[in-house]
């Protein structure tokens, strides 16, 4: 009874973290899409004003026109090709998705953060609520797979292994297994789909997993490539993973 009710509590955490995720996407994705609209559209004029007028602008209006960009590129818009990149949301809703999955697991890589006051306020009690959800999920997560340690380690101690060689080898099995899977295959899927170099993949993968997030390089956020629709939501699923198997390393 106790083995079907303890699966039965890691399914509703499982289920209710992800809908806990899906939930806030859509919050997001309300909260800030009209106001990034806006924002597109002002640094498209801004744009247009400025090839009409830049043979006689001013230095004054020169240097605003230079801090308005800067400002619309930090704030993720960037004035790049034609009009039609308007439509192009940062807040669709696999962006909304990897943006609430870096928020409950501290990543925060800071290039799409929310620009309202809704979005903000609401950032807060996500994180406040999703934080600790998320560390009980990772536990969780990080709990059944040092079950299936324990079968191994069972497994090896009956074909007469000693404790203390079973313990190496099955740390040893999931350090590999796991830069395999989180780490070298990844890594491999973002050389191809995001174009970078093999060493910049790992160090994306080694950023992301540790926390660190520096956000110098996110995935999905090139202007001018073409990722496929859940690309971003597959790598939020991807991280979290990753982070239940580290939390494993450490449990180990």
């Not at 560390?135 to 009956?158: A, D, R």
């Amino acid at each position: 009874k106790t083995m079907c009710s303890g699966k039965l509590q890691t399914g509703l955490l499982v289920a209710s973290y992800f809908v806990y995720l899906l939930v806030g996407a859509a919050v997001f994705q309300a909260l800030e899409r009209t106001a990034e609209r806006q924002e597109k559209i002002a640094a498209a004029q801004m744009k247009e004003a400025f090839l009409q007028n830049f043979t006689h602008l001013t230095v004054a209006e020169m240097e605003q026109f230079m801090k308005n960009l800067t400002e619309a590129i930090q704030n993720g818009v960037y004035p790049v090709g034609n009009e039609s990149r308007i439509e192009d949301s940062n807040w669709d809703f696999s962006n909304s998705f990897f943006f609430a999955g870096t928020v409950v697991s501290t990543i925060g890589y800071g290039t799409l953060h929310p620009k309202t006051t809704g979005g903000q306020i609401f950032c807060v009690f996500f994180a406040l609520f999703g934080i600790p959800l998320n560390i009980v999920f990772l536990h969780h997560v990080g709990k059944m797979l040092s079950l299936l340690c324990k079968k191994l380690g069972n497994y090896l101690y009956e074909k007469g292994m000693r404790k203390k060689k079973i313990k190496f080898l099955t740390l040893l099995f999931f350090l590999c297994t796991g830069i395999l899977v989180f780490l070298c295959l990844p890594s491999l899927f973002f050389q191809i789909t995001e174009g970078w170099s093999y060493s910049e993949g790992i160090y994306f993968a080694f950023i992301t997993l540790s926390t660190i997030g520096f956000g110098d390089y996110v995935v999905g956020k090139q202007p001018g490539r073409n990722y496929f629709s859940y690309y971003r939501s597959l790598v939020a699923i991807w991280i979290l993973f990753g982070l239940a198997w580290i939390a494993l390393l450490f449990n180990l």
